[in-house]
């Protein structure tokens, strides 16, 4: 991960490298090791948050505001980074999240569209249903214990 370039593209005020730049701190979001460079620039990058980024659908300063809210997660939180599932940021593809090892599936339904997940770092289980309107979106939720 290229520091430099994902605090100058945060900071650019173009619409599709703050996105770019947002998805990268966020994708990273399970690996505190990857972003602790970037917490030294929390506040250079809040200013894209800001910015009107446009989106027809849904708002694309969500994605500068969920890697900001990751970023200050990693830097206020000792908690296990699967919290971070539970957030406003509804992208995180379980099919994704179990390549990079982050996740192991206990079960999924038939139709694919519903599953229970165990975060591999802390045990935390998760019912994950897939959404799909204008994109495709994924919502966490903690299981009861």
Not at 30 to 44: G, S, T, V
Request: hydrophobic letters at 35%.
């Amino acid at each position: 991960m290229d520091y430099t370039l994902i605090v100058d593209d945060m900071t650019s005020k173009d619409v599709q490298r703050i996105r770019d730049a947002s998805c990268k701190i966020i994708y990273a979001g399970q690996n505190r090791d990857a972003l602790k460079p970037l917490l030294l620039f929390i506040e250079q990058m809040r200013a894209a948050a800001s910015l009107d980024l446009g989106g027809m659908f849904a708002p694309n300063q969500r994605f500068p505001e969920y890697a900001i809210k990751t970023l200050e997660f990693h830097r206020d939180s000792n908690e296990c980074t699967c919290n971070l599932y539970t957030g406003k940021y509804d992208g995180f593809d379980p099919d994704e999240e179990l390549k990079a090892n982050n996740i192991e599936f206990v079960s999924r339904s038939d139709d694919k569209y519903s599953l229970i997940a165990r975060c591999k770092k802390c045990n935390e289980l998760y019912d994950v249903d897939m959404r799909w309107g204008h994109y495709i979106f994924h919502d966490w939720k903690r299981r009861p214990k």
